[in-house]
């Protein structure tokens, strides 16, 4: 499901499960976590997270236990360990990055796409919502009328798009991503924890406010998320009823 490799300084962490579009599940999301913090145990001094194939991940794998709950506060967690790992996490998105696959490349530093590629948030397309970091970060690195667009409408970013707007910090492979890293990580390593600090700092870890948590989990505990897993697995478009 994940694997791993290290190029001198450099750990590259590969999902590997490219004929579910390396779609997330409680093992993956076990095994991103494990593969991170072997790699900061190793010594590395900066970490690349790609898939494999020609999707980077396409969310959480639907066809599994990804409507618990409990599959939502391990992502979570994982999220926050990206986040808080002493060294520069690139994000090489060699494919598409859809809901869970996003906020995998949100929670990295930097982020570099393949030409072509595109994310996206569809959660309301099936009727769960994405949590207040989620939002907050979007905004943060994206904008908000471009947050509104992708979450409210569901939009597309495309590629070049995002750099243009600062989401992808650059356009290439996963081999340029690579060599980007190795350079990163001869830069002096206590300066790059105090800048990580600082960009993490955004404000998108803040506490959600208690309506705010009360709104996202009428979602996930709502008849409509029911009904957008029996669309989808009719495959036919969701009839919403707002409760």
């Not at 060294?87 to 929670?107: C, E, K, R, Y």
Request: net charge negative; aromatic share 6%.
């Amino acid at each position: 499901m994940i694997g791993t490799s290290r190029d001198g300084a450099v750990t590259t962490i590969e999902l590997q499960r490219d004929d579910k579009r390396n779609a997330l599940d409680g093992r993956v999301v076990d095994g991103l976590a494990a593969a991170f913090a072997a790699a900061v145990e190793d010594g590395t001094r900066a970490v690349v997270l790609t898939g494999r194939g020609p999707v980077f991940c396409a969310g959480a794998d639907l066809s599994g236990p990804v409507y618990d709950q409990s599959f939502l506060h391990e992502l979570q967690r994982v999220l926050a360990l990206i986040e808080v790992v002493p060294v520069p996490v690139i994000a090489a998105l060699n494919g598409s990055a859809l809901g869970a696959g996003l906020q995998l490349a949100m929670a990295a530093d930097l982020r570099v796409m393949a030409p072509g590629a595109f994310v996206g948030i569809p959660a309301a397309k099936i009727g769960v919502a994405v949590d207040e970091w989620t939002v907050r970060r979007l905004i943060s690195l994206v904008g908000a009328g471009t947050a509104r667009g992708m979450t409210i409408g569901c939009d597309l970013l495309s590629a070049e798009r995002a750099f243009e707007i600062g989401f992808a910090n650059r356009l290439g492979t996963v081999a340029d991503a690579q060599a980007w890293a190795a350079t990163i990580a001869e830069l002096a390593p206590l300066t790059l924890q105090h800048y990580k600090l600082v960009f993490n700092g955004d404000g998108a870890r803040g506490p959600a406010p208690a309506d705010h948590e009360a709104a996202m989990l009428r979602a996930w505990t709502s008849a409509d998320l029911d009904e957008g897993r029996m669309a989808r697995s009719e495959k036919r478009v969701a009839r919403f009823q707002g409760r």
